[in-house]
């Protein structure tokens, strides 16, 4: 197993004093980094990727809490070791694609490239607001225990600056992001391999299609529906322009029992429909792959 170490600094950060919430918060919010890393290491968008590939992202980015160390607050991690999947349908393990977006998360925190992914941006702010650092805590340092930098392991320290520079990132408006668009599709040129998409707030888009796709334009015309694939933002506005497709996300139509939804019912007649006690302790929820110590601090946070 890679081990990682999160090295929480603060008046408060050591074994004893430091939030229970706070080792929980450094879990989750690292775990979010990098799944929003892996996506960038596949080069794949975040929506409209196979079960199997969301499957692969979320174990690479499941953490193992090993320990605490002694003096200040330092959480001991570990990532991911399976080997699977490895088949054609994803390049690399996931062993090896957790290791790779663990490195690209610290690439991201210490450099200044203009074209940081905002998202991932944003989960870095995100975790540094909810651990107070700049507030309550100085400083989160994560430092990869298997790679070396002059002789030292190569470490990134969030602090209050970057904390600054991550949140102005992810509020930057998009030149181009993976997405759904809903609106009536109208105007197809099949031709060109263009049509228009007219959004719910009046907004126009065009729409850009491989030939492959047309007989799918065709049937989608003039009905609500969306449309999946690269969408081309004004820098200026921050609104949609043109969106290069990818697939066609049809809506389906549920039935809907007009009688029955009007029908009251009481609290007790609903759990005896669902066949349920209608009580839920958290003690008792499944949280897979979750040591005792990892559980017991989950359900302090939850409890605050």
Do not use: C
């Not at 890679?2 to 408060?12: T, Y």
């Not at 759904?180 to 391999?193: Q, R």
């Amino acid at each position: 197993m890679r081990e990682i170490r999160a090295k929480l600094e603060g008046p408060d950060a050591e074994p004893g004093r430091v939030a229970a919430a706070d080792v929980a918060r450094i879990i989750l919010g690292l775990e979010r980094a990098i799944a929003r890393a892996a996506y960038l290491v596949l080069g794949r968008p975040r929506r409209g990727t196979t079960g199997r590939h969301n499957q692969a992202i979320e174990s690479a980015s499941r953490l193992r809490f090993i320990g605490v160390e002694a003096g200040s607050f330092v959480e001991l991690l570990g990532l991911p070791d399976s080997a699977e999947p490895s088949d054609e349908e994803l390049p690399i393990p996931v062993a090896d694609l957790s290791f790779m977006a663990f490195s690209r998360l610290l690439d991201v925190i210490t450099s200044d490239d203009p074209e940081t992914d905002t998202q991932l941006a944003a989960a870095v702010a995100r975790m540094a607001s909810e651990l107070g650092i700049g507030d309550r805590n100085t400083a989160i340092t994560l430092i990869d225990s298997t790679s070396f930098v002059a002789g030292e392991p190569r470490r990134a320290r969030i602090d209050a600056a970057v904390r600054t520079r991550m949140q102005q990132i992810s509020e930057r408006p998009p030149a181009a992001r993976d997405e759904t668009l809903v609106g009536v599709l109208f105007e197809a040129d099949f031709e060109g391999n263009t049509a228009k998409l007219r959004l719910a707030s009046g907004g126009v888009v065009t729409v850009s299609f491989a030939a492959d796709l047309a007989d799918e334009i065709q049937e989608a015309l003039r009905s609500q529906t969306g449309v999946e694939g690269l969408v081309h933002y004004d820098m200026r506005t921050a609104q949609a322009r043109n969106v290069e497709l990818r697939a066609i996300v049809r809506s389906v139509q549920l039935e809907f029992d007009a009688d029955s939804f009007w029908q009251p019912l009481s609290f007790d007649a609903l759990r005896a429909e669902q066949n349920t006690s209608g009580f839920v302790q958290p003690d008792e929820l499944a949280i897979d792959d979750l040591t005792d110590a990892e559980r017991d601090a989950f359900l302090v946070a939850l409890a605050e």
